[in-house]
Structure formats: C-alpha cells, structure tokens
C-alpha cells in the first residue's frame, strides 16, 4: 500500500508540473517544472523523503530502462544523421571534453582562490 | 504472421524488458562497467526492427507506455539533489560558477562545432542537451524541436566519452581538488560520469551526483532565456 501512495504522490507532483507548464506557457518542460515542486516541497519539509523513498529509489536506479523508447526513435531520424555522422561524433567529443575541462578548471580556481584569501 | 506477433502491445513492452534483461545480464556476467545495457537494448532492437520491416509505430505501441513513465522518472531526480543539498550550501560560490561555466561551454561550443562540422539545425537541436541528465535531455530536445532518440545517443556517447578520458585531463591540466574533479564529471558526463567519480573517492562521488542535477537545471534554464531573447 505504501508504495501505491508513494507512486500517487509523485504522479501527482508530475501532474501539477504539466498543469502549471500548460496553464501559465512556461518555457520549461512540465516534468521539469514537477522536478522543482518536488525539490522545493523537500526543502520546506511538506513531504519527506519517506514519504517517496522506495519508490523513487526504483525509479533512479533503475532510470536507463525508461530510456530505451526514446533512444530507438533514433532509427526514424537516421536520413537526418546520414552524411553527418562524422560531424556529430566531433561535436560531442569535442564539447564533452571542453565542458569537463571548463568547469572543473573554474571550480579549481575558486576553491584555492578562496582557500588563500 | 509477424504482423499479428508485432501489432500488439505486448511485442514492444516485452521486446524492451527482454533486452534490457539481456544487457543487464552481460553486464553482470562480464563484469565490465563499460557495458551499457541501455546502448545495447536501443542497437539490438533498431537492427531487429530494421531487419523484420517492423514499423517503429507498431514498436511504440507498448514501448509508449514505458515511455510515459519519463515523467516520474525526471520527478524524482529532485531527491539526489536534496539529500546532497549541504555541499551546494557550503560550496556554492565555486560549485555554481564551475557549472554555470561548463553549461556555457557546452551551449556555445555545440552551436559553434556545429557550424563548423555543418550540421542543420535540427541535429544542433537535438545535440544541445547532450551533457545533461537522460529524462530531462530528452524533455528539453522535444522542447526545443530536437529528435529525442539523437538526443538520448548522443547523451550516452558523452557518458561513456566523459568517464573513459576523465583521468587523462586530470593528470594532465593538474586537476587534483576532489571538488573540481567530482564537478567536472558530473557537469559534463552526467550518471555515467558519476560512476567514474564514485571509483574516484567519496567526495567526487557526491559533488558529481550533485552537479548531475544542477547542471541539468541551469541548462533549461538557459536555454528558456536563449530562446526567449530570440538568440536562438
């Protein structure tokens, strides 16, 4: 029973997300905006992490199943990537590389920075 | 024959936990963390769609349902958020500039590679979220007018990218503050990154937890402002 009412409380934290995405034309995704309902729901106290534990737990470690039927949708978008693979591939390896070293260089900085003031 | 097998809700749900069984299974079996099941399910069953002219429709059809449940998913990534919530506290001058940095570089270095590899705007689109976190990469991409499965391929090219070439840019541009290093895993290679930082020490292992989310909101966010400056 417990988890039926952890699952009702976060389908309805979804929910009110979509809703409020909806209803007031937020630029930001509805399961976004659910996401940061929860999270300021947590910070005041309103739900416990109890009151979600198990069932949250199940759904962060098990998360990469919910993603297999997006990522085949990848075969109706192949025309896109044809000719492109190549571009794509340097795209994302030379970002990803970028984006680790740029942040973790600024972190660096600020923390030994602040560490010698 | 097939076509009474394939159009039915079952064939696409079965198909999908079968795999991911299977993946899990190598994974285990192996016992190589580079296995990624969620890569190994996506290929199998794009070959075997291909290979028995199944539409992707009729896929979806029970795959749909495993779909919908991105929602929750993305939901509940607010708890590792807040049970790391004192390190963001007591780090967050440097914790919020190193990720407000890395998201910068990675919006504006997709953009620029993209012009400079020639990529149409829709690929660029859907490339954009591709540091970020699964549930909410894929929530952005539709968002913004993406394609979700180059988005969710993209997302894990970047993990496995990430967490194998980590060591070597430590080393090698003296990265040594469990901070930074937790940080830039977590920043640029999302849960697979997270992974590599666990390995590393348990601090690397929190901050990278910590960023996964972070990162994430302060990438929608900035691409809510891009869009609504028309900047993009």
């Known amino acids: ?117 | 024959m097939i076509e009474a097998l394939t159009n039915n809700h079952l064939f696409g749900i079965l198909l999908t936990v079968g795999l991911f069984y299977g993946g899990m299974w190598l994974r285990n079996y192996f016992r190589k963390n580079w296995i990624n099941p969620l890569l190994i399910s996506i290929f199998v069953i794009v070959v075997l769609l291909q290979l028995a002219h199944i539409p992707y429709e009729q896929y979806m059809q029970g795959a749909g349902i495993i779909h919908d449940f991105l929602g929750p998913v993305t939901v509940v990534l607010a708890l590792p958020l807040y049970r790391q919530r004192r390190l963001l506290v007591k780090y967050k001058l440097a914790i919020i500039s190193g990720i407000v940095s890395g998201v910068l570089a990675s919006l504006v270095s997709v953009l620029l590679l993209g012009r400079v590899f020639g990529l149409n705007d829709m690929l660029e689109r859907s490339l954009l979220p591709h540091s970020i976190t699964t549930p909410i990469g894929i929530a952005l991409s539709n968002d913004i007018g993406g394609i979700e499965g180059i988005t969710v391929v993209s997302i894990i090219l970047t993990g496995l990218i990430g967490a194998s070439m980590a060591s070597v840019i430590f080393r090698l541009l003296r990265i040594t503050h469990p901070i930074a290093k937790g940080l830039g895993l977590g920043t640029a290679a999302h849960a697979i990154g997270t992974s590599k930082a666990i390995e590393m020490g348990e601090t690397e292992g929190a901050v990278s937890s910590l960023s996964i989310g972070v990162a994430a909101i302060i990438t929608v966010v900035l691409v809510a402002i891009m869009q609504i400056a028309g900047w993009y």
């Open chain 1, 1 to 117: 029973m417990r988890i039926f009412r952890q699952l009702a409380i976060i389908l309805s934290i979804n929910f009110a997300g979509e809703l409020l995405s909806k209803g007031l034309s937020l630029p930001l995704p509805g399961s976004i905006v659910g996401m940061l309902i929860l999270l300021i729901l947590l910070i005041t106290g309103v739900v416990k992490e109890a009151h979600i534990a198990e069932t949250a737990n199940f759904f962060l470690e098990k998360m990469p199943f919910f993603f297999i039927p997006a990522g085949v949708s990848v075969m109706v978008a192949y025309q896109l990537i044809d000719g492109h693979l190549a571009g794509v591939i340097g795209t994302i390896v030379l970002s990803t590389l970028l984006v680790m070293v740029v942040s973790a260089l600024v972190t660096q900085f600020i923390i030994k920075k602040k560490n010698n003031d």
